[in-house]
């Protein structure tokens, strides 16, 4: 076997892990990247949510706020 035999026979596999290596951390950062994108669109899902939370509490206490007022209103004029 020459020097040049054992080259390719020890550089071409070597070559070809490499790019393995190189080609798995290109898909790694892919994917990350997507699922950063995902996680930015799920965050502001949470926002809209917690907006609406807010709102529903908001209408809830005026929703008992005008229970409490007719509840008074009904005991004055005795209906209740």
């Known amino acids: ?3 040049v035999q ?5 550089g071409i596999p070597t070559l070809a892990v490499l790019l393995g290596i190189l080609m798995n951390v290109l898909l790694y950062n892919g994917i990350n990247a997507r699922f950063n994108g995902v996680d930015g669109r799920f ?3 949470d926002a809209r949510f917690n907006s609406l ?3 529903f509490d908001i209408l809830t206490g005026k929703v008992i706020d005008v ?7 009904e005991g004055k004029l005795g209906i209740g």
């Open 1 to 3: 076997m020459t020097n």
């Open 6 to 10: 054992l080259y390719f026979a020890i």
């Open 43 to 45: 965050d502001s899902m």
């Open 53 to 55: 939370d807010a709102k």
């Open 67 to 73: 229970i409490n007022r007719l509840t008074r209103i």
